[in-house]
C-alpha cells in the first residue's frame, strides 16, 4: 500500500487522557478515534500495544498508518510517541512545537510557552470560522483561548478543570464523596450528590458566561466562541447562550490540519 492510500493518525496526549484519531487518505472527518488514560511513565512499547490493540477492534492494523503528528502536554510522552512511530509504524511523527509551520502567529510575550493543545485548538477553530473566536476547552485545566480576526493567537486564561475541582472537595472535605459528573435534576440539590454535582455544573457554568462576556468584551468585532474537551458536552446545556459550538474532534481537526500545512 502506498504511503498516499495510508491514514493519517492524530494524537493529543492530555494530562489526564490521551484521545486520538484516523484520518482516512482527503478527508477532513474523523473516521476512527479513541481515548485512553494518560499514564506518563509509559514506554513505546506500552504505547504500541495500546495503539495495536485499539487499531485491531476496528479491523485496523499499523500497516494501515502512513502518517502521523502529536501534540502533548506531558512532554516525556512526546518522545515516546516519536519512538513508537519509528519502531512500529516506520516513519518519523510529527511533533506540535515551536519549530512546526501553524500558519497562525502568536501574539503573546513568550511563544513557546503556549501549550501545544491550545494552540491546535486554536488553528481548528479560525480555520471553522474564519473571524475572531474564543475557545473554550474542558480539559485537566479549562482553557480559554482568543483569535483575533486576523487569525493570530491572542494568549488566553487557565483555570481548574471539572475533575481537579471533584477530586479536591472529596480529599479536603472528609464528609463529601468522589461523584461522578451528570446533569444535575435541579439547582438545588436534595441530597449532598445532587448538591455537589449542581454546584459544579452551573458555578462553572457561571465561570464560563462571565469569562467568555469579558473576553468578548476585549477583542474587536464579532466572535464565535466554540467549546471542546471531555466536559464539553455535560456543560454544554448550562452555557448555550454563551458559546455557538460543540466540537469534540476540534483538536484532532487542528492535528490534521497542522499536519497538512507541514507537507508543502
Not at 509504524?89 to 509551520?101: K, N, S, T
Request: with cysteine; proline share 4%; charged share 20%.
Amino acid at each position: 500500500m502506498s504511503d498516499t492510500a495510508r491514514k493519517l493518525l492524530v494524537v493529543d496526549v492530555g494530562n489526564t487522557q490521551t484521545h486520538f484519531g484516523i484520518f482516512d487518505p482527503g478527508s477532513d472527518v474523523v473516521a476512527e478515534q479513541w481515548r485512553f488514560a494518560t499514564v506518563r511513565e509509559s514506554t513505546s512499547d506500552e504505547l504500541g500495544a495500546a495503539l495495536s490493540n485499539l487499531l485491531s477492534l476496528r479491523g485496523l492494523g499499523f500497516a494501515d498508518i502512513g502518517h502521523s503528528i502529536v501534540s502533548s502536554t506531558v512532554p516525556q510522552l512526546s518522545e515516546q510517541w516519536v519512538a513508537m512511530a519509528d519502531r512500529y509504524l516506520g516513519h518519523r511523527m510529527l511533533v506540535v512545537g515551536p519549530a512546526i509551520r501553524t500558519g497562525m502567529p502568536i501574539r503573546i510575550d513568550n511563544p513557546r510557552e503556549v501549550g501545544a493543545d491550545r494552540l491546535v485548538n486554536a488553528v481548528a477553530a479560525f480555520e471553522r470560522f474564519q473571524s475572531g473566536c474564543i475557545v473554550v476547552d474542558f480539559g485537566t485545566a479549562i482553557t480559554y483561548d482568543a483569535v483575533s480576526d486576523q487569525g493570530e493567537y491572542l494568549g488566553g486564561i487557565i483555570t481548574p478543570g471539572v475533575e481537579i475541582s471533584l477530586d479536591a472537595l472529596s480529599e479536603r472535605a472528609a464528609k463529601l464523596p468522589r461523584v461522578e459528573m451528570l446533569e444535575p435534576r435541579a439547582v438545588i440539590g436534595k441530597s449532598t450528590v445532587e448538591a455537589l454535582r449542581s454546584g459544579v455544573a452551573f458555578g462553572f457554568a457561571g465561570q464560563v458566561e462571565g469569562i467568555v462576556r469579558r473576553m468578548r468584551e476585549e477583542l474587536d468585532g464579532p466572535v464565535h466562541v466554540i467549546a471542546t474537551g471531555g466536559y464539553s458536552k455535560v456543560m454544554a446545556p448550562f452555557i448555550s447562550e454563551s458559546i455557538d459550538a460543540v466540537d469534540d474532534h476540534l483538536t484532532l481537526t487542528g492535528l490534521r490540519l497542522i499536519w497538512q500545512r507541514n507537507q508543502r
